[in-house]
Nanobody, 115 residues
Framework: QVQLVEAGGGLVQAGGSLRLSCTASRSINSINGMGWYRQAPGKQRELVTAITGGGTTTYANPVKGRFTISRDNAKNTMYLQMNSLKPEDTAVYYC?????????WGQGTQVTVSS
């Protein structure tokens, strides 16, 4: 099993930055796929970005060039650096980890971007 704990959400003005973190309860050396989803009010949950164990990254078009995903295996932690935030980035952000053919989810952290 893997437990994921997110941190770093909050309220920020448009154009500002936030860094989210997701700490796993086990070594992420053994976890291949990790990523971030978000869900805005009234909308479906969507994939924002993902990173493999080898460091390959993918980004949804709305966040390309603004968000950066990374992982620190020594700290069992994944990060999401969010720059140039927009009001439409407002959502609950969830981290995920794919381990032993099962997907694990964090509890979510709220990000609110004011205009």
């Amino acid at each position: 099993q893997v437990q994921l704990v997110e941190a770093g959400g909050g309220l920020v003005q448009a154009g500002g930055s936030l860094r989210l973190s997701c700490t796993a309860s086990r070594s992420i050396n053994s976890i291949n796929g990790m990523g971030w989803y978000r869900q805005a009010p009234g909308k479906q949950r969507e994939l924002v970005t993902a990173i493999t164990g080898g460091g390959t990254t993918t980004y949804a078009n709305p966040v390309k060039g603004r968000f950066t995903i990374s992982r620190d295996n020594a700290k069992n932690t994944m990060y999401l650096q969010m720059n140039s935030l927009k009001p439409e980035d407002t959502a609950v952000y969830y981290c995920i980890a794919d381990y032993m053919y099962k997907r694990y989810w964090g509890q979510g952290t709220q990000v609110t971007v004011s205009s």
